[in-house]
C-alpha cells in the first residue's frame, strides 16, 4: 500500500447529486436522490435488493444517463459534470463488471490501462496486482482464477494507480474471505488517506461499517 | 382529396399512347407516393438527427418512429401502384428496374428497422440505437440511389421524358399536395398518441 | 497519437482474444467450408455449364454469409459476458469500434484469401486479371467489414437478436455488393477478354468510396450507441 500522502487537499474532491431519478419505460428504480460529499469521506448507500443501489452507482459513474436529475464531480476546481469526465476521474468494481477470462490478469490491466490512454509498465502491472494479493498470479489466464481472484482482479482494476479521485464499490466483498474483506478495507483507507471519495454500495454490514455514513434506499 | 381522387378518373382523359388508357390513370396515384415516401424518409433522418443532437428528447424519437412508418407506409403503396401499372402495360409486375429495386431496397431497411426496434426493452437504448441506425442507413442509401442505376441503365423501365397531357400536370401536382397534406395530418395523429402514450407512462412512473 | 494506440490495443486484443479461443475463426471456417462442399456438390449433380458470372456471384454470397455468421459477434459477446462494462469506462467508443473493424476486416480478408482460389477452381474459372480481382477483393471486404461492425454494435443493445444482424446489413451493402460482382466479373473476364484492369476501374472506385464513406459515417455515429451518459 502506497504511504499516506494525501494526493488532494481537503475539499478539492466533492460529489454532488440533485434529485437524481431513473425509470425504464413505467418501472421507476430510482426516486429523488440527492447527496452531497466531499473528498476523506466514505459514503454507504444501503438497501434492499432491488432498491436500484447498483444503477445509482453507475449513474454516478456515468454509465448510465439519469432520468431526471444531476450529478456533478468536482475536483481540485474542475468540474466534471458531463458523463465521459466522470467515467475518467472514477475507480469502479461491480459484480457484473467482468474482465476478459482469456486474457492473463497483467494482460487485462495492461489493455484497460493502454485503451484509456494510460502507460502501464510491467513493474508497475506487477506492483497493483501484488496490492490486491495478486502477486505471481499474473500470468495465468482469468478463466483459471477463482472467484475471490477474480473479485480480486476488479479491483485492482478499480484502484488503478490511485488516480481516481472517485472510487465507486458495488459489493466489493462478494467471492472474498476474511482476508479479501481486509483488503476491502485497506483500499477505502488509502482513497481516504489520499483525500479522494469513495461510494460504497452493500447489503454487508461489514461493508456498512466502513462508511462514515449511509444514505437509504428505499423500495 | 375527395375531389382530386374523382377528378382523376372522371375529368382526366384517357393517356394516349398507352396499352390500357383507363388503369395508366394510376401514374397520377404512383408518382405522388413517391415523392411523399423521399419527404417521410427525410422527416424520419432530420428527427433521428434533433434526437441525438438535441437533448435526447423521447418525443422526437417519436417523431422519428412515426415518419418512418409512414415512409413504410407510402413505400408499399408506391410499389403497388407501380407493379399494378407495369402488370397492365408490360405484362409483368416486377422487372429488377433501378428504381423499383432501390424502392424495395428502402422497404427492407424499414422493415429492418422495426425489426431492430421491436428486440430492445428500455425506451431510451431503443430510441439511440434506431436513431443512430436511420442515420446510417440515410448516409449509405444515396450511394444506393447512385450504383444501382448506373448498373442496371439499360434495364430501366422509367420512362426519360414525360409525354402526357397537361391535364395529368395539374392532377399529379395538386395530388401530390393533397397527399402531402394526407401525411402530415396522419403524422400529426399518429404523432399525438405517441405523445400521449409516453405521458402516460412517465406519469405511473412519478407515482 | 493516442487514438491510434488505444484503437491498436483494441486491435490486437481482439486478435489475441481470438487465437486463444478460436470462436469466430472456427465457425467462419465451418461454415466456409459448408458452403463450399455444397456448392461444389450442387454443381456437380446439375452438370450444367457454370461460368465466371456464376463464380463472381458464389464469391459475394459466401463472403456476405460468411460474415454474417462470424463477424456479428464482435460486439454482442462483450455484452454477454459482461466486458462491455470495463470497456466503456475506459476506451472511447471510436478506438474500441476502429480496433474491432480492423479485426474483422482481416477476418474477411483471410476468409477471401482462401475461398476464392478454392471456388474458382470447383468452378473451373480463370483469371483474367489478378491484380484487379486483388483490388476489388479487398475493397469489398473492407466495405463488409465496416457495416457488419456498426451494425454489430446496434444488435448488440437488443435482447431478441436472431437473424438481425443479415437483415440490417444487407440493405445497406446493396450498392457494395452491385458494384462487387460487376468489379469481380470483369476480373474474371466476362466483357473484358483482354483481361484489363480499367474496365473494372469505375467499380474499385465505387468500392472505395463506399468503405470510405461507412467507416467514417460508423465513427461519427458510434459515440451515440457506445455510451449512455
Given at each position: 500500500m502506497e504511504p499516506g500522502n494525501p494526493r488532494w487537499k481537503p475539499g478539492e474532491v466533492a460529489l454532488r447529486l440533485e434529485g437524481v431519478r431513473k425509470s425504464y419505460g413505467a418501472r421507476r428504480v430510482l426516486a429523488g436522490i440527492s447527496l452531497e460529499a466531499r473528498g476523506g469521506e466514505v459514503v454507504a448507500v444501503v438497501g434492499p435488493n432491488g432498491s436500484g443501489k447498483s444503477t445509482l452507482v453507475r449513474i454516478v459513474a456515468g454509465l448510465l444517463r439519469p432520468s431526471r436529475g444531476e450529478v456533478a464531480l468536482t475536483v481540485a476546481g474542475g468540474a466534471a459534470s458531463d458523463a465521459a469526465a466522470r467515467r475518467a476521474r472514477v475507480g469502479y468494481a461491480s459484480p457484473d463488471l467482468a474482465l476478459y477470462p482469456e486474457l492473463t490478469g497483467r494482460e487485462n490491466l495492461e489493455f484497460f490501462a493502454t485503451v484509456a490512454g494510460k502507460r502501464l509498465s510491467t513493474e508497475e502491472a506487477e506492483r497493483r496486482l501484488a496490492a490486491v494479493g495478486l502477486a505471481g498470479r499474473g500470468n495465468d489466464p482469468v478463466s483459471e482464477y477463482s472467484s475471490g481472484m477474480r473479485q480480486r482482479l476488479r479491483l485492482a482494476f478499480a484502484r488503478g494507480g490511485g488516480e481516481a479521485p472517485l472510487l465507486l464499490l458495488d459489493e466489493p466483498s462478494l467471492a472474498l474471505d476474511e482476508r479479501g474483506v481486509a483488503l476491502v478495507g485497506a483500499l477505502v483507507d488509502e482513497q481516504r488517506a489520499r483525500g479522494g471519495l469513495t461510494l460504497l454500495a452493500t447489503n454487508d454490514p461489514r461493508e456498512t461499517a466502513l462508511g462514515d455514513r449511509s444514505i437509504v434506499l428505499g423500495s | 382529396m375527395a375531389l382530386v381522387t374523382a377528378a382523376a378518373f372522371l375529368y382526366l382523359p384517357a393517356a394516349q399512347g398507352f396499352m390500357s388508357p383507363e388503369m395508366a390513370r394510376i401514374l397520377a396515384f404512383h408518382l405522388p407516393n413517391a415523392m411523399v415516401v423521399i419527404i417521410a424518409a427525410v422527416a424520419s433522418g432530420y428527427y433521428a438527427f434533433r434526437y441525438l443532437a438535441k437533448g435526447r428528447s423521447l418525443l422526437d424519437d417519436a417523431r422519428s418512429k412515426v415518419a418512418a412508418s409512414l415512409a413504410t407506409l407510402f413505400c408499399v403503396l408506391t410499389t403497388v401502384t407501380g407493379m399494378v401499372f407495369a402488370q397492365v402495360q408490360w405484362g409483368a409486375a416486377w422487372n429488377w428496374d433501378p428504381k423499383q429495386t432501390c424502392i424495395f431496397i428502402l422497404l427492407l431497411i424499414y422493415a429492418a428497422y422495426f425489426v431492430l426496434r421491436s428486440g430492445i426493452e428500455d425506451p431510451e437504448k431503443r430510441a439511440a440505437v434506431a436513431a443512430v441506425?436511420?442515420?446510417?442507413?440515410?448516409?449509405?442509401?444515396?450511394?444506393?440511389?447512385y450504383v444501382v442505376p448506373k448498373y442496371m441503365a439499360p434495364l430501366s423501365l422509367h420512362p426519360k421524358q414525360a409525354s402526357l397531357s397537361p391535364e395529368y400536370h395539374s392532377v399529379v401536382w395538386s395530388f401530390t399536395a393533397g397527399l402531402i397534406g394526407l401525411y402530415a395530418w396522419l403524422h400529426n395523429i399518429a404523432f399525438r398518441q405517441e405523445r400521449l402514450r409516453l405521458a402516460l407512462l412517465t406519469a405511473e412512473a412519478e407515482d | 497519437m493516442s487514438w491510434v494506440r488505444e484503437a491498436f490495443a483494441v486491435f490486437e486484443k481482439e486478435v489475441r482474444?481470438?487465437?486463444?479461443?478460436?470462436?469466430?475463426?472456427?465457425?467462419?471456417?465451418?461454415?466456409?467450408?459448408?458452403?463450399?462442399?455444397?456448392?461444389?456438390?450442387?454443381?456437380?449433380?446439375?452438370?450444367?455449364?457454370?461460368?465466371?458470372?456464376?463464380?463472381?456471384?458464389?464469391?459475394?454470397?459466401?463472403?456476405?454469409?460468411?460474415?454474417?455468421?462470424?463477424?456479428?459477434?464482435?460486439?454482442?459477446?462483450?455484452?454477454?459476458?459482461?466486458?462491455?462494462?470495463?470497456?466503456?469506462?475506459?476506451?472511447?467508443g471510436t478506438t474500441v469500434w476502429a480496433g474491432k473493424f480492423a479485426a474483422n476486416a482481416?477476418?474477411?480478408?483471410?476468409?477471401?484469401?482462401?475461398?476464392?482460389?478454392?471456388?474458382?477452381?470447383?468452378?473451373?474459372?480463370?483469371?483474367?486479371?489478378?491484380?484487379?480481382?486483388?483490388?476489388?477483393?479487398?475493397?469489398?471486404?473492407?466495405?463488409?467489414?465496416a457495416v457488419f461492425t456498426m451494425t454489430s454494435a446496434l444488435v448488440a443493445q437488443a435482447t431478441a437478436k436472431g437473424g438481425l444482424l443479415a437483415a440490417l446489413s444487407f440493405p445497406m451493402l446493396v450498392p457494395l455488393l452491385v458494384a462487387a460482382v460487376h468489379g469481380?466479373?470483369?476480373?474474371?473476364?466476362?466483357?473484358?477478354?483482354?483481361?484489363?484492369?480499367?474496365?473494372?476501374?469505375g467499380d474499385v472506385q465505387v468500392l472505395a468510396s463506399y468503405a470510405v464513406i461507412a467507416i467514417t459515417a460508423s465513427l461519427m455515429l458510434i459515440d451515440f450507441v457506445w455510451n449512455e451518459g
Open positions: - | 441506425y436511420v442515420l446510417f442507413a440515410a448516409v449509405m442509401t444515396p450511394m444506393l440511389g | 482474444s481470438e487465437w486463444r479461443t478460436r470462436v469466430a475463426l472456427s465457425s467462419v471456417a465451418l461454415f466456409a467450408v459448408g458452403a463450399l462442399t455444397l456448392i461444389g456438390l450442387a454443381l456437380y449433380i446439375g452438370q450444367g455449364p457454370t461460368g465466371p458470372q456464376t463464380a463472381a456471384a458464389l464469391i459475394w454470397v459466401l463472403l456476405f454469409f460468411t460474415a454474417a455468421t462470424g463477424l456479428g459477434r464482435a460486439y454482442v459477446i462483450e455484452e454477454e459476458r459482461g466486458t462491455a462494462l470495463a470497456l466503456r469506462l475506459t476506451a472511447r482481416l477476418l474477411l480478408l483471410l476468409l477471401a484469401l482462401m475461398a476464392t482460389p478454392a471456388l474458382l477452381s470447383l468452378l473451373k474459372v480463370k483469371t483474367a486479371n489478378p491484380a484487379l480481382l486483388a483490388c476489388v477483393l479487398m475493397l469489398g471486404c473492407v466495405g463488409i467489414a469481380t466479373n470483369a476480373a474474371l473476364g466476362v466483357g473484358n477478354a483482354a483481361g484489363a484492369f480499367a474496365a473494372g476501374l
